[in-house]
C-alpha cells in the first residue's frame, strides 16, 4: 500500500481501501465535482474541431511479459489506456480520463504487465495530483496516495510486485525496479518489442516491421478514437463493486 499524504477533504470516488488486493480504492473517471460549475476551456471535453487535435501515444513494454499498456493522448487533456497483446498483437481499449494531466515520464508497468502506476494532476478535481497504481486498461486504482504538488509521484515496481513511490527527490528506488517512462513516445517514436521485432509510432499510428525489409504493417490506428464511458473493472464485490455501480452513472 502507498503511503497516504494529507489532502483537505475525501470525495465520494475515494473508497477505504479492503482486503482484496483488486478493490476500488479511487476512480478519477468518476469525480464527483469535476464538471460542477467549471469552465470548459475547449480542449479537454473530446468535441472534434476545438483545442490541440494531435493525438500522442506512449507505449510501456512489461519487462518479462509480452504485454504492453499504451496511453493515448488527445485533446490535449483526454487520455485513454490500453493494453497490447504482442503475441497475438490484440489491443484492447479501456477506459478513458477526461480534464487530467497524465505524466507519462513518471508512470511504470508491473514486469508482467498486470498492473501500471501513473501520476496524474486534475486541476478542477477534488484532489489536485495523485499517483495511483491500477489494472491495465482501466485507469480506476487499485492503491492511491494523493499529493499537493507535481514535484513528486509516480514511482516503480519491483520484480516481485511491490511498488515503490517517489515521494520526493530524496527518494532513492532499490535495485532492480521497472523502468520509469515509456520506451515509445513522441520523442522516441522507435523501439524493439518483446518478440524482438521492430515497432514505431507515427501519430496516434502503432506499426510493428512485417517480414519484408523496410516495410511496416500498421498495428491500430487510435487517430480515429472518440471518448466514451467505461466502467471500473469487475471487483469481487464490497465497496468497491459499490463504487462501481456509483460509477456507471456518473463517469
Known amino acids: ?13 475515494v473508497v477505504e481501501a479492503g482486503e482484496d488486493d483488486d478493490e476500488i480504492v479511487y476512480d478519477p473517471t468518476i469525480a464527483a ?9 475547449g480542449d479537454d471535453d473530446g468535441t472534434p ?8 501515444l506512449y507505449v510501456f513494454l512489461a519487462q518479462e511479459a509480452h504485454r504492453a499498456v499504451i496511453l493515448r493522448r488527445g485533446p490535449s487533456r483526454v487520455w485513454m489506456m490500453a493494453t497490447w497483446n504482442v503475441d497475438t498483437d490484440e489491443i484492447q481499449r479501456g477506459q478513458w480520463l477526461k480534464k487530467a494531466q497524465v505524466y507519462p515520464e513518471k508512470c511504470s508497468v508491473a514486469i508482467d504487465g498486470s498492473r501500471f502506476a501513473y501520476f496524474c494532476v486534475k ?5 489536485f495530483a495523485f499517483t495511483a497504481v491500477s489494472q491495465p486498461p482501466y485507469w480506476t486504482a487499485q492503491h492511491f496516495s494523493p499529493h499537493t504538488n507535481t514535484f513528486a509521484g509516480g514511482g516503480a515496481f519491483s520484480p516481485n510486485g511491490t511498488f515503490h513511490e517517489l515521494l520526493d527527490h530524496r527518494t532513492v528506488l532499490p535495485p532492480g525496479v521497472t523502468a520509469i517512462g515509456p520506451q ?10 518483446q518478440r524482438g521485432r521492430a515497432v514505431r509510432i507515427d501519430g496516434g499510428k502503432l506499426y510493428v516491421a512485417s517480414a519484408a525489409p523496410d516495410e511496416w504493417r500498421l498495428l491500430s490506428d487510435f487517430t480515429p478514437d472518440e471518448f466514451v464511458n467505461v466502467a471500473p473493472p469487475p471487483q469481487r464485490g464490497g465497496r468497491g463493486a459499490a463504487a462501481r455501480r456509483r460509477g456507471a452513472n456518473r463517469t
Request: charged share 35%; proline share 9%.
Open 1 to 13: 500500500m502507498m503511503a497516504d499524504h494529507d489532502h483537505a477533504e475525501t470525495p465520494d470516488s
Open 184 to 193: 515509445l513516445d513522441p520523442t522516441h517514436t522507435e523501439a524493439v518489442d
Open 123 to 127: 486541476p478542477h478535481g477534488a484532489i
Open 33 to 41: 465535482d469535476e464538471d460542477d460549475g467549471e469552465q470548459n476551456d
Open 49 to 56: 474541431g476545438k483545442g490541440d487535435p494531435l493525438v500522442r
